[in-house]
């Protein structure tokens, strides 16, 4: 590693290159999305395109592939040096296997279906979208053919590849069959319980300038570096690591409503520590200074945002700091009753919508009929029908129209499938993750009802955070939590909610 | 040009790729100055020297300099792409001529030299500033003997050239002799008068966001397209066009002193006007669509500042304005008091405060010493002595110390010597520039009064703007005007503002 001249040193170094530009390609971005002036769009596409071909062209270099090449032979390299190799190994192949021709060919029809996707969704129109949906299923199995699929899986498992490195179709349906039925039969003993409408109390209005003031009061005190980053406001919430020192936060403000931009920023304040906590200062481009998987990437969000943000310690601590920079309306409220509004569960057709509790059946909904498209079980044309039953056996709920039902996520018209999944895995790693820390530090909750969080942040850095791409997903699992993911952890948790709240 | 494979199409394509290039770079500046967090700075430092050297190497690859050659003896080109061509030439000698040696020396020794003239300036001890200094001069003529010295000229004029193609020293010279010694008349004049106390009245404390709605008012009103561009608020004002469709203004706000805060909005919304005339859609990163040289440059910001936003007419018009979304204070006054308090001239040391009339004062002191430096006719050490002789015969004070004599400025410490010329030249051109509209416009002042700014930016979009750098700055002048540049028009505007404000 001294050694100036060695292949990973020259690889190191053209990784780090390539990241940098990359990350100049995400200022672009988040400045397209929070001050650029409208007129600016034209340029900014150029700007965009160009940086993105020249991280592209440096990321898939014949030079970099024989770099690879020469580090996978060096058996001098320590082990998480070689981790570092194995997964450059699969982002040049995962970069190097689709023709330019299907990228193109992809990326046009995409802009053209999310055009027709938005018309039909606006109409409600299924038919209309159809051939389009037809067709970005045709490209998705000819790049999950590019792809290859892995021994004993499925042409699904490659498109994973993408998002959830080392994730299997057959074994998530493992996961997710359980977590659905048990919390269909939950779901609705919390509907029969009749309480939903007295719990969901309405908050008065407040201004987004107190809004925000709270918002950047809450990250500061759960250990978001604002010295390192910031929040924004934007029509769509996200997170984007700009390099090292430099995580933006967004989120959006509506005055009748804290709860959303609140949340919001608990959730993008959960993407923004894991960037923190990234070492990025040494390994900056390298896969050992970035995120494992979408998955994993979202554990950390919703972990924050629900299993902290939504405690009764959370509000135990938040409740007159919330009443002293928002609203005097919170110190007139029992924690309870805090408590209780933050986690209210009822079944709706929308999945952005979506409580913690039922958010995961709308992604076994879309999980189960993507795979059954791709594979061919099921035809575009059976779509809607298939949703609206699938939808009324898991919410009870029949859907009123395809706006409502098949046609309200943008993904599917961006050639986004097998993404959907990594929303429930967030979850699941989320609760699982929470469970283990809390056993290794039984004093959580009284510590968050003291505004302390910095032991669960530092749990997280120590055991996920400081590790990058180290470990694959289901690896770090198994060695953070000494198992396999399962749904018990996220269905205890969501159970014991149920009983507090509902009583059920 | 239809033929797409022509050199001059093949090398308009180029210059594009490396303007586009650099416009991402001009971002990465923006935002460091506005919404960059602090922990952000080193990674902006790599990210923008990896954009800045790749730029360089696109404008100054052999490939760009055979395309120039080619380009140069096509002899079908119009006029109008050959003086593209030249501009395109003399840019590439420009950034040929300096061995990279030289380039890498001149900026670590101004790192350190600017460090060392900030601790000296706050001790006002121009010993330990000196042997920096003088390595700056020696590099400045490096610089300039790397350039070369025009014919029949000085080295000064081959430091000019990066910031004024074609200006010669001389000519400067033959233009501020002049105007210094009316100007030195003019301000004891207006001294003697003894008004000057009474006429700057204070204005009341007025809220930051008042002054920006204020300013935001103003920008729309005068003709800057919101669309296209956006005020934000920095340490040091600036005009960053950072690419056709977007162009960014920043000033900074003093409760107790709007004038700060607006006439930096007008003199930085006269940069971006021109930014915005300039016809980058079709030109971008050629000669043609940049703007011609910094005294130009300054001759936009000068006019919307000093000879509209200071004149009688502007406060007719905006009185009311600022009253209603200001305070209630600017009705209870006069117009003529307004007038008169932002055309108060009062001789001070800080060239960075001075007024429109005592500034040139500043700038003649500066350029008539650098240039005598730079030649060897004065030494570094006896600068601090001849800058106070000098300052006392223009301005009638002594210097204090050298704090506020000769360590006032940062120009000389980070090797911007011929600069300060630019800023003199603004205010004639602008006089000069703005003498003619009104010629061509007599009711000028009676559409000023009425809020209707749009003639006089035709005049200048048609007469200025979309030329680009078609022609240089003299010759440009004397087309527009019909003379080349002199003193006259800015002493009769100067006169003439004495005689209605002062009674002198």
Chains 1, 2 share one sequence.
């Not at 170094?13 to 999305?33: F, I, Y």
């Not at 309405?202 to 107190?210: E, M, T």
């Not at 046609?407 to 469970?435: K, M, R």
Request: proline content about 4%; aromatic content about 10%.
């Amino acid at each position: 590693m001294s050694n100036e001249n060695t292949s990973y040193t020259q690889l190191r170094k053209l990784m780090r290159e390539a990241g940098t530009l990359g990350s100049v390609n995400a200022l672009l971005a988040w400045d397209q999305e929070t001050y650029m002036p409208s007129g600016g769009a034209d340029a900014r596409a150029e700007q965009r395109s160009m940086i993105a071909t020249m991280v592209h062209e440096r990321r898939t270099s014949a030079r970099v592939g024989e770099l690879i090449v020469a580090c996978e032979h060096d058996a001098s390299l320590p082990e998480i040096e070689r981790s570092n190799v194995r997964e450059m190994r699969r982002d040049y192949d995962l970069l190097t296997k689709l023709p330019a021709s299907l990228v193109g060919e992809i990326a046009s029809t995409a802009t053209k279906a999310q055009e027709a996707w938005k018309d039909a969704r606006e109409k409600s129109d299924f038919a209309t979208f159809r051939p389009w949906l037809e067709k970005m299923m045709e490209l998705a199995r000819q790049k999950a053919s590019c792809y290859g699929t892995p021994a004993g899986g499925e042409p699904y498992d490659a498109l994973l590849e993408e998002y959830e490195p080392g994730a299997r179709a057959a074994e998530l349906q493992q996961v997710f069959t359980p977590l659905a039925s048990e919390l269909s039969a939950l779901i609705a003993k919390i509907g029969a319980s009749g309480k939903t409408d007295r719990l969901a109390i309405k908050p008065p209005s407040i201004d987004a300038s107190k809004q925000h003031a709270f918002g950047q009061f809450l990250l500061k005190s759960m250990g978001f570096d604002l010295n390192a980053g910031r929040l924004d406001t934007t029509a769509h919430p996200f997170c984007e690591g700009l390099g090292p020192g430099d995580t933006r936060l967004t989120t959006r403000y509506r005055e009748d409503e804290f709860g959303g931009a609140m949340y919001g920023t608990l959730h993008e304040m959960g993407h923004g520590l894991y960037e923190q906590g990234l070492p990025k200062l040494e390994r900056y481009g390298e896969p050992l200074g970035e995120a494992i998987s979408l998955g994993i990437h979202e554990s950390q969000s919703r972990m924050w945002e629900n299993l902290v943000g939504r405690s009764r310690a959370f509000w135990t601590w938040a409740q007159p700091h919330a009443s002293k920079t928002m609203s005097a309306w919170f110190a007139a409220q029992s924690v309870d009753a805090l408590y209780s509004m933050s986690n209210v569960v009822k079944p709706s057709f929308i999945r952005v919508e979506a409580d913690e509790a039922t958010y995961n059946l709308h992604i076994l909904l879309r999980f189960t009929l993507e795979r059954a498209l791709l594979k061919g079980d099921l035809s575009v044309a059976e779509l809607p029908g298939a949703w609206n039953s699938m939808f009324e056996k898991l919410f009870g709920l029949r859907v009123p129209d395809d706006r409502r039902g098949c046609l309200q996520d943008v993904h599917w018209s961006c050639a986004l499938i097998g993404y959907f999944p990594t929303y429930s895995l967030g979850n699941l790693y989320a609760a699982q993750f929470f469970e283990t820390a809390r056993a290794a530090m039984p004093d959580l909750d009284e510590r968050f009802a003291r505004g302390d969080f910095a032991p669960l942040l530092g749990w997280l850095c120590t055991n996920i955070h400081q590790h990058g791409r180290r470990y694959r997903a289901g690896e770090l699992c198994e060695r953070v939590t000494g198992k396999k993911l399962d749904s018990g952890a996220l269905l205890r948790y969501l159970k014991g909610k149920a009983a507090e709240v509902y009583g059920v």
